[in-house]
């Protein structure tokens, strides 16, 4: 993993340091990512959302003005509000642990034994480095150790985790921990299949590319469980 300091250029004599545009560039259209945890402020949520809203959408007209466009349009002119809102309320929803889906577990009164996959999941998430979409499919499967979850649950995890400035390598680990510490049991297979809109249309433009990422825990590092659940996907 890159050491973050590497996109720091420090001067020659103990001028501020700049940022080196290049190696900025390069760390987004390599993915680089730092961590299991979504990289947030300890005052995060000292802004209500209404005060995020305002705020984002003032930036974002901002934005819009400085690439010379013309805010009195009138197809233009709603787009601040429009876009901070979506990004508050929908977008980046899932930045909020308040907005974590509620869980119910239930007992396993059937004694089903055999792993359960959840197949075909739609997921919508956002590239923390360009801030363009992201989307696929997620695969999961869990063998009980006594608990099962609705099959609901297991999209809406998937979805409070996509929302979220994200590197799908960090998705596909916090729905598998997070599916590890609420069923307690490590035996959890995660699979997301996606393609990045920064490198379909920007950049590299490979329009064809896709990227796999999976998460393997307890019984499904063993090859022949993992092979059964990657069968059922091929099904
Ligand atoms: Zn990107």
Redesign the pocket.
């Known amino acids: 993993m890159r050491e973050r300091n590497t996109l720091a250029r420090v001067g020659n004599n103990g001028e501020v340091p700049g940022i080196n545009e290049a190696a900025i560039e390069e760390a ?1 259209d390599d ?1 680089i990512f730092t961590g299991h945890d979504t990289p947030m402020r300890p005052d995060a949520f000292d802004l209500t959302d209404s005060e995020k809203i305002k705020k984002i959408e003032y930036h974002f007209r901002e934005i819009m003005e400085t690439l010379g466009l013309d805010l009195q349009d009138d197809s233009l002119d709603g787009t601040p509000l429009r876009v901070a809102k979506m990004y508050v309320n929908e977008t980046f929803s899932g930045l909020d642990p308040a907005a974590k889906p509620s869980i119910t577990l239930f007992e396993n009164s059937y004694k089903y034994g055999q792993m359960l996959v959840e197949k075909d999941i739609t997921l919508f998430s956002n ?1 923390e ?2 801030f ?1 979409p992201f989307y696929g499919r997620a695969h999961i499967a869990y063998i009980s150790d006594g608990k099962i979850i609705g099959l609901s649950k297991l999209n809406r995890i998937v979805q409070y985790f996509s929302k979220r400035p994200q590197v799908q390598e960090r998705l596909t680990m916090q729905i598998g921990s997070e599916l590890q510490q609420i069923l307690g049991t490590k035996d959890i297979a995660v699979v997301i299949y996606a393609r ?1 809109l ?2 379909c249309a920007r950049g590299i433009k490979d329009t064809r590319s896709s990227t796999v990422t999976s998460f393997y825990g307890g019984r499904f590092l063993m090859e022949e469980t993992k092979n059964e659940f990657l069968n059922y996907l091929n099904l």
């Open positions: 987004g993915h590239c480095h360009h363009v990045h920064c490198v």
